[in-house]
């Protein structure tokens, strides 16, 4: 703008758009420092979680891509931030920040709450805290570099949108991210009470991965065996009906789990492992006839047990209850297309933060039990595609001899609760035909 003395001044908007970019700047120099010092403690944690202080039986090497491709991840939004609009460095604090608090919660909070804290519990904390000073410092940046010169209907409605589609977005995607770190880094902590009704043994034993596991053995007086899987809290119930016709159950705590080596996989994709490690320790056993070994898995340990049959004849029968999907390879077998996106993230971060490949499909391996028995048993109301999509395809892809129970009043692996008498009866009776020969 040209004033009488023949000078320029800035105008109005020149002089609104010079302040805003000094403030913009003022915002980026203040978070140079914080948000690499930030992403450099969420580092030290994931060293430590992956090549430090790896849980007992686990080593470094286990933890490849687990520890390096989020240190390559943190070092490169550190190495790009400065240099990036305001939009795009809150979106990267938000989200690493997110991650930092998920990272520290999931380990820390929770087992230290359980147990007390130990190991890599202590970094985790500082990952926590780093996490929340991120969110603090992306939230800021958000705020401060708002826009405040366009149309005002057209501003609100684009906070709008980008407000629906992040909430979208963050609900689709970033969540189901998240939640796979704690499928593969929380379990269960301790060893519930044992309520057997009968005495039992402590035992130990070695998966062919090199874990040992601990568990509890109820000696057979029929000379066969049971594995109640997975956990020693879940299938006390069962075990006891078992046990009151003479089965030995072996029930024991998987990997990750209480007082056993390793880490937890929420969706089990490795306790195969487990189950043919129990197998095995049940045919040293003098007590039991080793073609006379079967297994009643629940939720994830159905799933897991249908697979363990599959890849090996130690098993002669198995009961599935409450068997659902494990991977996106089940979400697409039952067609659930809005869950594909989910369950791949979910299936992505799973292999990422637990460092191995997903499983077959179920439905792929069923077939290969036969001719061994095996019985399915699903709920209506259970969860995960479970009811009449997963277990009736599990159903037609088994070979003889099958069985199949739908209890539509029974929960998630609930069947016991729902109908205990014809529960007993149709376990009972199936074992009894598959490893005893009855009827």
Not at 186 to 210: C, E, I, W
Request: charged share 20%; hydrophobic share 45%.
């Amino acid at each position: 703008m040209t004033v009488a003395d023949g000078s320029v001044r800035p105008s109005g908007r020149s002089i609104r758009r010079g302040v805003g970019l000094g403030r913009l700047a003022r915002a980026c120099a203040r978070e140079s420092v914080p948000v690499p010092a930030a992403l450099a403690l969420i580092a030290v944690h994931i060293v430590d979680d992956n090549f430090l202080q790896p849980q007992p039986g686990m080593s470094a090497g286990d933890h490849l891509v687990s520890g390096l491709v989020p240190l390559a991840v943190l070092l490169l939004c550190a190495s790009v931030y400065g240099r990036l609009r305001a939009g795009s460095r809150a979106a990267i604090a938000i989200f690493l920040g997110a991650f930092g608090i998920v990272v520290g919660a999931s380990e820390a909070v929770y087992y230290s709450l359980k147990v007390g804290p130990s190991g890599d519990d202590y970094t985790g904390f500082v990952a926590l805290g780093a996490g929340l000073l991120l969110v603090s410092v992306g939230a800021a940046t958000l705020w401060t570099s708002r826009r405040r010169d366009d149309n005002f209907w057209w501003r609100y409605l684009r906070r709008l949108l980008l407000t629906a589609g992040t909430v979208l977005a963050g609900w689709i995607l970033v969540l189901p991210f998240f939640l796979s770190y704690g499928f593969t880094h929380v379990t269960r902590a301790a060893v519930p009470a044992a309520r057997l009704g009968v005495p039992y043994q402590q035992v130990s034993f070695t998966t062919s991965d090199g874990l040992t596991l601990h568990g509890w053995y109820v000696p057979s007086r029929n000379r066969a065996a049971v594995i109640a899987f997975p956990g020693r809290a879940g299938p006390q119930k069962h075990a006891r009906i078992l046990v009151r016709h003479g089965y030995g159950v072996l029930l024991f705590d998987r990997r990750g789990e209480g007082e056993s080596d390793g880490e937890p996989n929420a969706y089990g994709w490795a306790l195969d492992k487990d189950i043919a490690a129990a197998a095995a320790f049940l045919q040293r056993r003098p007590d039991v006839d080793r073609s006379r070994i079967g297994g009643i898995g629940l939720s994830v340990g159905g799933e897991m047990m249908l697979q363990a049959a599959a890849e090996s004849n130690d098993l002669k029968a198995v009961v599935s209850e409450g068997a659902g999907s494990r991977s996106v390879r089940e979400v697409i077998e039952k067609k659930a297309w809005f869950d594909v996106p989910t369950y791949a993230v979910l299936t992505a971060g799973t292999a990422l933060f637990s460092n191995q490949a997903p499983p077959p499909n179920l439905k792929d391996l069923v077939g290969r039990i036969a001719p061994r028995s095996v019985f399915f048993i699903y709920s209506t109301h259970g969860v995960d595609g479970e009811e009449k999509q997963l277990n009736p395809k599990y159903y037609g892809a088994a070979g003889q001899p099958k069985q199949s129970w739908e209890i539509p009043e029974a929960s998630h692996t609930g069947g016991i609760v729902a109908r205990p008498k014809e529960y007993e009866r149709r376990v009972v009776g199936f074992f009894d035909r598959a490893l005893l020969g009855k009827g």
